[in-house]
């Protein structure tokens, strides 16, 4: 490695390019890595979430990933879009737990391509960087995460840029999506690009505010109008403590 510093992987001027046009709906996996062997058994096999000590809250459930593919996942978005001086990040939006639960529904085609990347993703931290890439600085995890975006970290099935361009891809639908899907908590994202949120009908006054940057948001989900149709929304039960948008029935 040079002793260059890595540069910014994305960040918010790149994601503030990122249309929001139907955020109301999950849009299909992007990318989809080509079918892969099982991921490496030393990581599949890792021990999940264990008991957590007397007086500690226990972790929350995910739905689909593993407990570590859950935090290993959940480290790599948090350098992706991490929290700084103009708001908070994909952590904060929950990001990890909208994949989770789309990766039972819309993104189910994507679930192997994330056990193996992830998987693949450690291993490359470990024998590039000498340790596992929850225990890298993040300079060191934006410079292993660079690797993977270009396409020069290997282990992977195919290109790792593929892998990357499929978690990049989805952690902006996370964290600009609508929350009824699980991401964007309390509409973090929405007001990092300044949406003022869906809205079916719009005043000339409403225009005029806008455009002056005076229109506050509405903090609404799609899924709070009757006119959209809920029962697309998701085909199979679930819950996300904190989204109260949409019939959950």
């Known amino acids: 490695m040079s002793d260059e510093q890595p540069r910014i992987i994305s960040r918010r001027d790149l994601l503030r390019t990122a249309g929001i046009a139907g955020a109301a709906a999950v849009s299909a996996p992007a990318g989809i ?44 978005v948090d350098r992706l879009i991490p929290a700084d001086a103009l708001g908070p990040g994909a952590r904060e939006a929950r990001v990890v737990h ?14 192997q391509a994330y056990a193996a990347g992830l998987a693949s993703l450690d291993r490359y931290a470990q024998s590039s960087r000498g ?19 270009t396409g020069a970290a290997t282990g992977f099935a195919g290109s790792s840029a593929q892998f990357f361009g ?13 929350p009824y899907y699980g991401g964007n908590a309390n509409f973090i ?35 709070d109008y009757d006119s959209f149709n809920k029962a697309t929304a998701d085909n199979a039960p679930h819950t996300h403590e904190d989204a109260t948008h949409g019939d959950q029935a």
């Open 131 to 149: 340790t596992r890439f929850l225990a890298l600085s993040n300079t060191d995890k934006d410079s292993v995460l660079i690797d993977v975006e």
């Open 189 to 223: 994202g929405w007001d990092l690009i300044g949406y003022p949120g869906v809205r079916t009908m719009v005043t000339t006054a409403d225009q005029q505010a806008y455009e002056k940057g005076e229109l506050k948001p509405n903090h609404r989900s799609a899924y």
């Open 33 to 76: 890595l080509a079918p892969v062997a099982a991921a490496d058994a030393s990581f599949a096999t890792e021990p999940q979430a264990a008991v957590p000590p007397v007086g500690q809250p226990r972790r929350e459930a995910f739905e689909t990933l593993t407990a570590v593919e859950a935090d290993l996942l959940d480290a790599v």
């Open 98 to 111: 909208y994949i989770d639960r789309a990766l039972g529904g819309a993104l189910a085609a994507s679930r």
């Open 166 to 178: 499929m978690v990049l891809n989805h952690t902006r639908q996370g964290m600009f999506g609508d």
